[in-house]
């Protein structure tokens, strides 16, 4: 499984790179901080709503800290998606190493 730095990701943004950013944390969470564009699932939820994710994109996905992320990543591997990508570090390291105005918790 493919893994990013938060740095990758915002380069991948300001070029206006074609892939979705998957954010699989939980509501309350995504309340809290998020990042604007963002296609958010709930890791429960992931399996019965993976009609949504196009399998010819590449998908980010995140969570709080990457392990959630880095879980789905691979489960959506295991199921057909070769583009699946875990963002390492999650938004906590986005809020820390790319924008600020981001929440932490």
């Not at 790179?17 to 995504?30: A, G, M, N, P, Q």
């Amino acid at each position: 499984m493919l893994e990013i730095p938060v740095e990758k990701l915002a380069s991948w943004r300001k070029e206006g790179k074609d892939f979705l950013l998957l954010d699989v944390r939980e509501h309350d969470e995504v309340q809290t901080a998020f990042i604007a564009g963002a296609h958010h699932i709930p890791m429960g939820e992931v399996p019965g709503r993976i009609n949504e994710l196009p399998k010819e994109k590449e998908i980010v996905v995140m969570c709080h800290h990457g392990g959630r992320s880095e879980r789905v990543a691979a489960f959506l591997e295991a199921q057909g998606f070769p583009n699946a990508i875990n963002l390492e570090g999650g938004i906590n390291a986005w809020s820390l190493r790319v924008d600020s105005t981001v929440p932490r918790y």
